[in-house]
Structure formats: C-alpha cells, structure tokens
C-alpha cells in the first residue's frame, strides 16, 4: 500500500482518449508541430457522489495546446494551462498537485486524487521528471490529469494486475480482418486505396504499462500520422522490452497489422434485381392471398408493390384490398375508436396505411373508416412505445395525410429525439443503439432533416449504425446476426441516399450490408433466413425482399421505400359501370365483309341483382347485324334484337321474361366482354370510314314495366369507334405486352398483333424490314373474335410498331400456314392438364427458357411475365371456359385513344 | 422273334407318335398361358381411367346418382396435375357435381405422421350443363409437392372421384346415355413420362347411365 501512496503521490497521469480521431490528430500535427495537448478533467467524482458539494467541479476543465520550450516539463505545460484559462492547482511546485480549482485530494473518498498520464500511460515518477531537456517530453503528446477516486483503477491504471494485453485499438482509417481481441496478435488491416496515412490509437488494459506502435524501427505516436502501403506491418507492443512501468514482472505483448489496400477501382454497387425478382416471384405465390397481418399481409403486399413486381392495378392487390376492406369494417367496429384496429397497438394502423400507400389506395375511406382519425390522439400513438411514433410518421408520411391536431408529427418527433440513446441510436428497451429501432428511427425521421436537430440526431444514428456493423457487413439483434436487422439498415441507409453496398461506413472488412443479407438467400425455396443456420422463414423473406425493393429504387433513382409520391393514389371511386367498345382498325370495303364489334363492361356488381340490360347501338346503314351474342361470362338473361334498318338503330335487350333472373357475370376479370355484334357489308363499301356507338345502355332492377323501375345508366362515353374502310390488303397492328425480363419474357421480346384487312383465307405470313424477319402465327381466337384474320408474332421490341403496318414489309405464302393456339403450351392441339403444368414448370424453371413460340402459348394473360397466373388462366379457360385475357385485349386493343 | 421285334418297333412308333403329341400340346399350353400372362401382365400395366356404370336407374327415383371413375396403375413418376373431359348428353342427364374418391395426392406431414391429402379438382357445374361436357382439373403449382403418385393409390380400390347426376324430366325409360370420356391426362413435370389418352399412355374405358325400363 505504501508503494501504491507513494506513487499516487508522485505520479500523474494522463490521458485516456477512447476517440481515435484522425481530423484531430491531423489538426494537432500541421497546427500544434512544437506543443502538447493538455488535458484536465473530471470524470469519476460526480455530483451524484454523496460527498460532493457545490464547490466541486464536473467535466472538462482544460482542454488546450502549450508550446513547448527548452525547459518544458510535463508539470510547466499542466500548471500553464490551467493559469492561462485562469484556473490554480496548489501542490505543482512540489511536484504534486493537490488541488485544482478547489477539487482537492481525498475529497472524493480517501482514494481520490489528482493522477495523470502521459501519451495513455501513468507515469512511473513525478511530472518535473518528464522534460523536453531529456528528450522525454516532445511535440505531439498528450497529458491528460484526472482526477481518480480509486487509485487510478477508475482510470484504467491499476497496481492490482500485470495485465500487459492491448485492450483496443482505434484505426482512423479501414478495418480489421476480425473485430479486436487482446488475445489475438495478428490481424489484417483493410484501407481504401487512397489512404496513405493512419493513426492509430491503442488502448493499454492497464495504463501502467506502456504502449508503443513502430514500423520496424521507426516508432510512432498515438498522434502521429503513420505513413502506409500495402503490406506494411505495423507493430503495437505494450510493456515492450525498454519500457516503464511502476507494476513489476509483466510479460510483453506484441500484436501485428497487416495493411491491405482495397482495390482502387471504384466500388460499383452490385444488382441485386436477380434475386430481388426471384424471391418476389416465390413471395407472389407463397402470400397468394395476403390479409390483414404482420406475415402473408401488409408487408408482402409492400414488397410486390415497391418492388415493381405487379402494378397497383394487379387483381392481386385488388383482391388484398377487397379482403382489407371488410377486415377494417369489422375490426375498426369492434375497437370502437375513431377508425383504431387495436387499442393500443397503433402500429396495427400504420402498417396498413403503409401498405395502402404503395398500392396507391387512400386510407381516409377504407371501407366505412378513416384509418388516419385516430392518430390525433398521441397518447394512443406513444402507447406501444418507441415504435409508435416511427411508425405513426412513416405511415402518415407515406401520402401526406393530415391529423386533426397538426402538432402529431412534432410530437412524434420530439419523442424520437428524446429517445436516442447516448451511444447515438435508439433502442427498443435498454440504453445501447440496437440496429433495427435505430434504422427504423431514422426512416421516420429522414423527411425531418431540414431540423438541424433532427439532422444532428439523424447523422448520430448513422454513425452508430456504422459502429454496430459486424465483420460479415451484417448486423446483430438478441443476440444473433440477422436478416431483419440488416435490412432496416438498407432501408435506412437508402431512404438517406447512403448506399449500403459501397459507403464505407457500411463496409466492414470488405464486406457490405447488401453482402451481408444476400448471404441469408437460400436459393433452393427462395426465401431468406432469419439467422444463418435457419430455414427460410416469412418474416425475414418480407423484410429482406422490401430492403432489396428499396436499394434496387435507390440504383434506379427511384423514390425511397416509403416515398410514396410516385404512387398515382385512386382518386374518388368511380360509381357506376361503363362500357367499351372494340372494333377492328381496318376491313375490306368488298360487299359481305364480316367483323364483330365487341362491348365490354366495367364496374359490375353481381350484387346489384340487375334484371335487364337494354342499349341502343348506332349502325351504319351500308352494314347490316348478322348476330348479337352475349359473352361467355354472362348468364340470367335472354338476348333479343333488332335492326331498325331506316334508322340504323340496333336496340338490344337481355333478360329472362320468364323466370326474371339476375344478370350475372362470372370471373373477377374486368372490364369483361358483354356482348359481341356481328356486322356484314350489305354492299361494296364507299365510305372510307365507318363509325359505330353504343348508346343509351341501362341496367334495370326490374323487368316488370309496370312496377317502379329503377334503372342504372351504363356510362357509354368510351363506346364508340371508328373503322377504317380499305380497298386492297392492308394491316393495322399493335402491341399486346412487352417482357420485363423478370418472369421468362426477355425484356428485348414484345408479343405484336396484326390485323389484315382484305385478306380472304388463312395464309403464311412473313415479316422482314430488311433487319429482321419474323414469320407471323395465325391466331383463330382472335380472328373469331373481332371478325378478321389476326396474326401474332413475337418480336424486337426496338422495332417501331408503325412497321408493321406497312404492308412492305409482308410477304404471303402459298399455304396456310402455321396456327397459334393461346395455352396449348405443348402445341398437341388439346389443352390439358400437362398445358397447366407445363406452365408452372416453366414458372419454376423446371424446364428450359421457352422458345418464342411458347412465350405466345404460355402468355395467356398478356401480361410482362410469364407465372402461375398463366397457369391459373389455364385451368380457368379449361374448367369455365373462360377467355384469355390476351384474346380480349387484342380484340379491344383498336379502340381509339380517349 | 422277327415279329416281336416288328411288334417292338411298332409300338415304339406309336409311343413316338403320342408322345410327339402330347408335346405339341404342352407347348400350345404353354404359348397361350405366355400370351393370356402377358395381355394380362400388359393390362395390369396401362394406367386406366374407368368410368364405371352403376345400376339401372329409374326415372320416377328423381335422386341424384353418381358414378365412379376408377384409376388402376400410375408410374414411377409424380403427377402434378391431371384432367378429365367426359362428355355426357345434358339435355336427359343434369350434373350435380363430383364427389370425393380415396385417390389422393402428396401432402404436407401432420402429426399422425401421415402426409397424403384428398385433390381439390376445379369443375364448373353450371358450364359442364351448358356444354355437355364435364372438363374437371386438379393442378399443383408448387410442381410436385401435392402431386399424384403411385404410393396415393390402393391397388384394390382405387376410386378417382364421383360424378354425380340426376336424370332430367326429358329421360325416358329403356334410354341408355353414354358418358365418354374426350381427353384425359395426369401430367407429369417430364412430359414424355406423363399419361395421356390422346397419346395412347393413358387407357380410358367409357361408361353408360342405363334408365330402367
């Protein structure tokens, strides 16, 4: 014990500087090149302290540079510090400080003192003894005194230990090949290739001993910039052979650093959109009907929808939405609060407005609620903690709803500040940042950086989410590295424009956050891992698919995850149905010209029990009606018509006089074929254009002319068209979808329809513009439907359509030809179960890409892909008897642009 | 002597004569036990949809009826996917539907350790009496998983499914109305290993509705 007074007595000490700081060290070499850093402080004796009392200080007392002279000691630079910031120290002309500015020995207990280090080590005698004279004392050192209430052991400095280990060590550049162990003692140093110089900083487990860094015999300073290349070796010993210390019979330990340059060509962000698509694909058909909830619910639906994967349009959404409607219906019902899905949990709220958001769906009016009512009321947001605010704003933001009190946001936001941690992130529960509540946090708070507080707060939650990230790029949360984690940190990173793939906070060790949660794809069921021994599992695969969405629209400029301004919201839901009509572009002018006119209908409701529809179509009187048939999808009904031939007007009726049955349209597809008008040429046709309207179309509830009737008027605006009248063989064409290079259909294939006026029989059809040559497939469906022969091909989606219209480029054979049938996908000429099957292989991969023809086979659904939703049609088409929708889409695809 | 051995020799002709005899017939014997094992053996090895006729029904039941349609043989293969076309005059005969059989597929493993579960084949009722025509699928779109295999069939009962119908007021006494099948096919992801009547790797025994007199 005697030693131990004895050398607390003589031996200040300094320095504890747990910031490797490379601006600083910089600043103090090119600013400071003849001073040292001074440093006093209090940081142990703390005013909660049951013996503190007013006239204690707290903190940081001095924190400045002296310039050295010839007779500079380490005590000279302590004592005119303090002088010159005005404070006193008694005790320095005896070489021992008692005092300083009224904090005196033993006030904080009876271990407490005035201790100091110099360069991170406590000195083993007084300071006088350190002196610029011997040499011992030199430009660039650190003193820092502190004041100790244990000896020094509060200051990392013991006599109990010989602990001669590196506790840590700080890099002002790269990172290490393994996080820092005192027991390991070889490591590899990673530095991006325009670095040259480092600081290093270590860190002694007990500051008695010293520590030194040299490259081979050079020795360096914890301030110095070391000059670097690639495979310098960089030694860092503590109680090396030479060095000082007041401990006795230590051992040595020395640890060696490899630096390795990266490569010094530009990071390129990698693709992920392979396995982005792919695992959206999988999601798509494992979530096939997504519902209200936290797995198969809000969160598949954002991922497909950000992630491009079907447009907000998509039966599949449409469908999500019908299911959301009735759930909020019950469920706001039953909590009874203002539009609330759970009485406390207002996140329940949040991640359906999220949803809706991205499916451009507005959460003021789903079904007979207003999603956003509630979040007035913040005692009911802040109810589930931290998480309530995050979410409130990034729910509320994602289409700028408004609350009735406009202070909801600032509270959140407030409440998010308040929150962060000290080591500058956020934490579920507990004071140190975990990675998923910091991501989330700052994807609330990203729109709000205009605050500087906000963006202080902000810019703080990065850099700890730089400091949680793990060797592997990943990051941990209870206790394991994991998917989630890492992809609320790619959310984050992307929402703040930081590109998690190549920013170098976000790249440890060459590894990137993107590495890291491409890592937990398991390609064999396409779907991510929670933790690396796991199976896939539904949680991680939402999470890491919308993290994948949001740095793929980060490479693609898009807007952030939860920006939601790209969405084109439904304005106010149209009432009502509509109709449209299909003609063909062209026909022959030849008397006895046959082609159908096609109706469709939208915004049927079979729930209407409508009884009768009747509508007048407006017929040139150079055509004559051959027939009227309702669509296949129609029932209850009976048709009757008539031409009234002086007028040209063609008045349709559908009902069932009899047993007065409901009009009934089968199938979820709309708009759908309503009826279909078969048209002839009474004679050679002189007009070059023929125009034809659908007009006065009704829905009636009831047939009985005698009763009340209540009637719906069909909006026929759209219903009506123009056909153009042609003497010799002439083509119209048009596009029936083009690949997106995601599900089969390359991005470079578009599927073009052409329609060929004058043309009396089926025959071979060739297309060559000189570049390229297609030989073009009789599609029977189609010609059947619209009255005139039709032919598809697939071809260079680069090719102007207007080309193929120009009959050049056409050449006819002497045979028919071959034929196209839609879903025949092993072209046998029956339509099976195996052309089901075969379209899900091709869905799965199971078989090789399919070739040109059997894209048009498969693609019964017209849309970019080919997927089960072709197989689906199939079975559809097989069992119902319902039309592709590719037949329909071609036979309406002429109708003149609004 | 000379004569007994005349005698000898003419005794050993004639045993020559029946022995040559009774050899011809073993070996007719067994050609036709060769060719009936063998159609046998053939049949036994074609998968066959059957539709079996059930019992005269009569007009004034006014019940519904069904009738079975059998599957003998699968491959060593899994078949995701099947249909069946039966064409079936709907102006004497209404349909009501399909009922279950005990042919199922793969499925997922519950706690009794089983892990087979009964298809849910698609049909439209109303179409089927529009058309007269019953189009009926079952499709696995996770491309194996719930497929048909051979270890889904009871070599002694194997029934696929139910047709249900009932006769119509049009049905007359004595008529007898076909039910033939039009395609029918168990798919397999390997197409040349699937069943197919249209290729003749599938066998299909049409039935009849026979109205009593």
């Not at chain 1, 998480?387 to 009735?404: E, H, K, M, R």
């Not at chain 1, 959310?491 to 491409?518: E, H, M, Q, W, Y």
Request: proline share 2%.
């Amino acid at each position: 014990m005697s030693k131990k007074i004895v050398s607390f007595l003589t031996a200040f000490a300094a320095a504890v500087n747990f910031v490797p700081c490379a601006a600083f060290t910089t600043f103090a070499v090119s600013q400071h090149d003849d001073a040292v850093h001074v440093i006093v402080e209090n940081t142990t004796f703390t005013p909660e302290s049951e013996d503190w009392n007013d006239s204690f200080w707290y903190g940081t007392l001095v924190d400045t540079w002296i310039t050295l002279d010839e007779n500079s000691t380490m005590m000279t630079c302590i004592v005119e510090a303090l002088e010159a910031d005005g404070h006193t120290a008694d005790g320095a002309e005896n070489n021992y400080i008692s005092s300083i500015d009224g904090l005196s020995e033993f006030d904080g207990g009876f271990m407490s003192g005035w201790m100091g280090t110099l360069n991170d080590w406590f000195t083993n005698e007084g300071f006088n003894s350190w002196t610029v004279a011997e040499g011992e004392l030199e430009a660039g050192d650190e003193i820092r005194v502190m004041y100790t209430c244990a000896y020094g052991d509060d200051l990392g400095g013991s006599w109990e230990n010989n602990d001669s280990t590196i506790k840590d060590i700080a890099f002002s550049a790269g990172s290490l090949s393994t996080a820092f162990d005192k027991d390991t003692h070889e490591y590899t140093l990673s530095v991006p290739s325009d670095v040259d110089k480092l600081t290093i900083t270590p860190t002694a487990s007990n500051k008695n001993f010293q520590v030194r860094t040299r490259i081979g015999d050079t020795t360096y300073k914890r301030t110095d910039e070391i000059p670097v290349a690639d495979g310098t070796e960089i030694i860092v010993e503590c109680n090396y052979e030479g060095s000082l210390s007041m401990n006795e019979n230590a051992d040595s330990n020395a640890y060696t650093i490899t630096v390795k340059k990266e490569s010094s060509v530009p990071a390129q962000s990698q693709d992920v959109s392979a396995v982005l698509n792919e695992a959206m694909a999988q999601l798509s058909e494992t979530v096939n009907a997504p519902v209200f909830g936290t797995t198969a619910g809000e969160w598949s639906v954002l991922c497909l929808a950000r992630g491009g994967y079907f447009d907000k349009n998509n039966k599949y959404f449409t469908d999500y939405y019908d299911r959301i409607v009735e759930t909020v219906n019950s469920t706001a019902s039953s909590v009874n609060m203002n539009g609330a899905l759970h009485k406390v949990k207002s996140t329940e709220n949040s991640r359906l407005i999220v949803a809706l958001s991205s499916i451009g769906k507005n959460a003021e009016s789903v079904g007979d609620w207003n999603l956003i009512t509630p979040y007035s009321d913040f005692s009911w947001i802040k109810k589930q903690g931290i998480n309530g605010p995050v979410w409130a704003l990034i729910a509320l933001d994602s289409n700028n709803y408004q609350t009735t009190d406009p202070t909801i946001r600032q509270q959140c936001i407030d409440y998010l500040l308040s929150k962060q941690t000290a080591d500058g992130g956020w934490a579920m529960s507990g004071t140190a940042a975990d990675p998923d509540m910091t991501s989330m946090a700052i994807q609330a708070l990203a729109s709000y950086t205009d605050d500087s507080n906000v963006k202080t707060a902000v810019d703080k939650g990065i850099s700890a989410l730089s400091s949680l990230q793990k060797d592997t790029g990943g990051y941990a949360s209870w206790g394991s590295i994991n998917s989630e984690s890492i992809a609320q940190v790619i959310v984050a990173c992307t929402t703040l424009g930081i590109d998690p793939d190549t920013d170098k906070r976000f790249v440890k060790n060459g590894n990137s956050a993107v590495d890291a949660i491409l890592a937990f794809y398991d390609a064999d069921s396409r779907m991510f891992k929670h933790t690396a021994d796991t199976e896939g599992n539904a949680m991680a695969t939402d999470q890491a698919i919308y993290a994948l969405a949001a740095y793929n629209r980060f490479l693609n400029g898009q807007t952030s995850l939860y920006d939601m301004s790209d969405v084109s919201f439904d304005s106010e839901k149209t009432d009502g149905l509509t109709a449209s009509l299909g003609l063909p572009q062209e026909i022959s002018n030849k008397k006895g010209t046959a082609f159908n006119a096609v109706v469709n209908i939208d915004g049927w409701d079979n729930e209407a029990n409508y009884k009768l529809m009747d509508c007048i179509v407006d017929v040139p009187d150079s055509l004559t009606v051959t027939s009227v048939t309702m669509g296949e999808r129609v029932s209850g009904g009976q048709i009757s018509w008539n031409l009234e031939e002086t007028t040209g007007k063609l008045r349709i009726v559908y009902f069932d006089p009899e047993k007065n049955n409901s009009i009934s349209i089968s199938g979820t597809d709309f708009p759908a074929e309503f009826f279909i008008i078969g048209l002839e040429a009474k004679e050679k046709l002189t007009a070059d254009k023929l125009d034809i309207a659908v007009s006065g179309m009704s829905m009636k509830f009831s047939s009985d002319s005698e009763s009340e009737v209540s009637i719906e008027v069909v909006d026929t605006s759209k219903a009506s068209g123009t056909v153009n009248v042609v003497e010799s063989v002439s083509f119209s064409a048009c596009v029936l979808y083009q690949g997106d290079g995601i599900d089969l259909i390359p991005e470079s294939k578009m599927a073009v329809c052409v329609s060929v006026a004058n043309l009396d029989e089926q025959s071979e059809l060739t297309y060559n513009d000189g570049t390229n040559s297609y030989n073009f497939l009789y599609s029977g469906e189609i010609t059947q439907k619209t009255g005139v022969l039709n032919y598809v091909a697939l071809v260079d989606s680069s090719i102007a359509v207007t080309s193929f219209v120009n009959a050049d480029n056409f050449t006819f054979g002497t045979e028919a030809g071959d034929s196209l049938s839609f879903g025949d996908v092993n072209g046998d000429g029956v339509i099976n179960a195996q052309d089901a099957l075969n379209s899900v292989n091709a869905w799965l991969r199971k078989t090789d890409a399919p070739t040109d023809i059997e894209i048009l086979r498969l693609n019964v659904n017209s849309d970019s892909r080919i997927n089960t939703f072709d197989a689906l049609g199939i079975v559809e088409q097989f069992v119902h008897g319902s039309e592709y929708i590719i037949v329909n889409k071609a036979a309406m695809a002429y109708t003149p642009a609004e | 002597m000379e004569n007994e051995a005349t005698k000898n020799k003419k005794l050993s002709r004639k045993k020559k004569i029946f022995i040559a005899v009774i050899a011809f017939l073993i070996i007719i014997l067994i050609i036709l036990l060769f060719i009936i094992i063998k159609k046998k053996h053939t049949n036994k090895n074609i998968p066959t949809l059957t539709i079996v006729t059930p019992a005269k029904q009569s007009i004034s039941a006014n019940e519904n009826f069904t009738v079975d349609v059998e599957l003998s043989g699968l491959g060593d293969v899994l078949y995701p996917a099947a249909s069946l076309s039966i064409v079936f005059d709907s102006s004497r005969l209404e349909f009501m539907g399909i009922e279950e059989g005990n042919v199922m597929t793969l499925g997922d493993e519950r706690a009794d350790g089983s892990s087979y579960q009964l298809p849910d084949w698609s049909v439209d009722i109303k179409r089927s009496n529009e058309i007269g025509q019953i189009n009926v699928m079952y499709l696995d779109l996770t491309g194996g998983k719930y497929a048909f295999s051979k270890d889904c069939l009871d070599e002694d009962d194997s029934l696929l499914m139910r047709l249900s119908f009932r006769l119509r007021g049009s049905a007359k006494a004595g008529d007898v109305y076909d039910l033939t099948f039009a395609d029918a096919a168990f798919a397999a992801s390997d197409e040349s290993k699937s069943l197919a009547s249209i290729k003749n790797t599938l066998k299909t025994e049409n039935g009849k509705v026979v109205v009593k007199e």
